[in-house]
């Protein structure tokens, strides 16, 4: 799930359909967050699998020493670090750095298949591949994803394939379709794809049907 709030956390984590949780500095921004660390450990009370936070500052050295200090926190983090700066500089030397420290990468910020390609060739432990994003750049969401996942079966990569940016209903199903390890979705848009009107009207049937009935 992207998120901030551990409310949203510990709820859908309870269903059993969510297993982890990814932020970033839009997402914290818009849940009114103040503290990456500190919001960080509020979703790690809510017993998620893994959460991948991802580090604020643009210049190298600041960064390394934030996702040293955020791998720290707990072994569930995942640091995430985006691929290119504002300016558009790579930032492949220090994701190399990093993964050297010992700290389990998921590179983000990559809409083109020439990233995706880069990124892949640094061996981190995860890749997110940015959905509707990649669609607003002019390539098919899908046709990137199944061509980044032949590229890492030709190398033999273990790489972990994650979809982000999800914006609607019809995006999950169509990113789940695809041949990706994990799909992080906003809590607003799960629950509208969990709704089918179908459904809803056979378990109105069963409830009015079993109103008679004894156990």
């Known amino acids: 799930m992207d ?7 510990a709820d859908w ?18 849940c009114g967050a103040t503290s990456v660390t500190a919001t960080v ?24 020493l934030q996702a040293i200090a955020l791998a720290a926190i707990d072994p569930r983090i995942r640091v995430k670090i985006p691929f290119v700066t ?13 993964r050297e420290a010992g700290v389990q990468v998921n590179i983000t910020v990559c809409t083109s298949r020439a990233e995706l390609y880069a990124a ?3 061996g981190p432990e995860y890749l997110s591949i940015l959905w509707c994003r990649t669609r607003d750049a ?19 990569s273990t790489t972990k394939l994650v979809i982000g940016s999800i914006r609607e209903p019809d995006d999950v199903t169509a990113a789940l379709d695809s041949p990706c390890d ?34």
């Open 3 to 9: 998120s901030a709030t551990a409310t949203d956390c």
């Open 13 to 30: 984590r309870g269903t059993g359909i969510v297993s982890g949780v990814t932020t970033n500095s839009t997402i914290l921004a818009r």
């Open 41 to 64: 450990r509020q979703i790690l009370a809510c017993g998620p699998d893994e959460v991948h936070a991802q580090v604020l500052s643009e210049v190298d050295e600041q960064a390394f």
């Open 86 to 98: 504002s300016q558009g500089r790579s930032r492949a030397a220090l994701i190399r750095r990093v």
């Open 120 to 122: 892949l060739s640094l």
């Open 138 to 156: 002019g390539e098919d969401p899908a046709a990137v994803v199944q061509a980044v996942a032949t590229r890492r079966s030709s190398t033999g």
């Open 182 to 215: 994990i799909v992080t979705v906003p809590p607003a848009v799960l629950d509208k794809w969990l709704v089918s009107p179908r459904s809803v009207e056979m378990a109105r049937q069963f409830a009015n049907d079993a109103a008679g009935l004894d156990a």
